[in-house]
């Protein structure tokens, strides 16, 4: 095998359905990381993210001797990751199926997707960006959530997003850009959260908070 | 949506939320997670092989034990 780390993933799962248990290591190497850093998004909890992810390669590991190769690979491993992801989140909660639905028609923009107005540009800049940006993820409902976690990062085209969801890649587009619109509202509250703990007294912080508490449920509140 | 939608949201170039989003940093997994993966994984193969090698061995003896019983027989 020539260069085994640069064989594409539909070529080491030959090899592995050829009897080459090293070609699944080497999709276990290659896959790993990013399939934990979906899960983790989509689950907010490292524990469950880590159990997923693991469950997820058992099962590839089962089905990949009859999967059929003349597909992308990519989008067949994320789908059955964020199956074992629903099962999750079913778990924590009882989902009913209008949870998995974004609850608007997809093919239509709906007002808050065309909400462009930019982002203060202090926000690249802050310290917490990170803990920004994770709230901002796990503040959106499910089926947003997922959209934006597979794009941000699984870095997964939008055909392939439409792959693993099952959806039309049109509808992917259009759940996307409602996502961001949502992520760029958060942000923002988030943002102006943390800024008054200089300038403002408790009361005033309260207010913010609780003004992005009905904002975080209304949100939610749309997806169903 | 509209073709003109579909067109507009293909060509759209990253605007602030994306290049926010770029910045987001992967979160790393536990250590020993890949070990883990594989342990679970490289046992099931040894479940698989082991049974297979005891199937091979119970065969050989149904095998040894017929060729015993038909060498007596023959041999009366």
């Known amino acids: 095998m020539a260069a085994p780390t640069l064989a594409t993933d539909e070529s080491l799962a030959s090899l592995f359905q050829g009897g080459d248990e090293r070609a699944f290591e080497l999709l276990v190497d290659r896959y790993y990381r990013p399939?934990?850093?979906?899960?983790?998004?989509?689950?907010?909890?490292?524990?469950?993210?880590?159990?997923?992810?693991?469950d997820a390669f058992v099962q590839i590991y089962r089905a990949l001797p009859a999967a059929h190769l003349d597909v992308p690979l990519r989008p067949w491993i994320y789908r059955i990751l964020r199956n074992r992801c629903l099962d999750v989140l079913k778990r924590r909660r009882p989902v009913s199926f209008a949870d998995l639905c974004s609850g608007e028609p997809d093919d239509v923009i709906g007002p808050a997707a065309v909400d462009g107005s930019p982002l203060p540009d202090e926000m690249a800049e802050r310290a917490d960006l990170q803990r920004?940006?994770?709230?901002?993820?796990?503040?959106?409902?499910?089926?947003?959530?997922?959209?934006?976690?597979?794009?941000?990062?699984?870095?997964?085209?939008?055909?392939?997003?439409?792959?693993?969801?099952?959806?039309?890649?049109?509808?992917?587009?259009?759940?996307?850009?409602?996502?961001?619109?949502?992520?760029?509202h958060t942000l923002r509250d988030l943002a102006a959260r943390a800024a008054p703990r200089s300038a403002c007294g408790a009361p005033a912080r309260r207010r913010l908070a609780l003004g992005?508490?009905?904002?975080?449920?209304w949100n939610y509140e749309r997806a169903r | 949506?509209?073709?003109?939608?579909?067109?507009?949201?293909?060509?759209?170039?990253?605007?602030?939320?994306?290049?926010?989003?770029?910045?987001?940093?992967?979160?790393?997994?536990?250590?020993?997670?890949?070990?883990?993966?594989?342990?679970?994984?490289?046992g099931r193969a040894r479940v698989r092989w082991g049974l297979w090698v005891r199937l091979a061995v119970g065969a050989g003896l149904v095998a040894a034990l017929l060729?015993?019983?038909?060498?007596?027989?023959?041999?009366q």
């Open chain 1, 132 to 184: 920004l940006l994770t709230e901002a993820i796990a503040a959106l409902a499910p089926p947003y959530r997922e959209v934006v976690a597979l794009r941000y990062t699984g870095d997964l085209q939008f055909g392939e997003i439409a792959d693993v969801l099952g959806l039309p890649e049109n509808t992917v587009k259009t759940r996307f850009q409602r996502a961001k619109a949502m992520l760029r």
């Open chain 1, 212 to 217: 992005s508490e009905r904002r975080r449920s």
């Open chain 2, 67 to 75: 060729a015993a019983v038909s060498g007596y027989l023959t041999g």
């Open chain 1, 35 to 54: 399939l934990y850093h979906f899960a983790y998004r989509l689950l907010g909890h490292a524990q469950d993210a880590e159990d997923a992810t693991q």
């Open chain 2, 1 to 42: 949506m509209s073709e003109r939608d579909d067109r507009r949201l293909a060509a759209e170039p990253p605007d602030d939320v994306d290049r926010l989003f770029a910045r987001l940093e992967p979160i790393a997994p536990p250590a020993a997670l890949a070990s883990r993966i594989l342990a679970r994984t490289s």
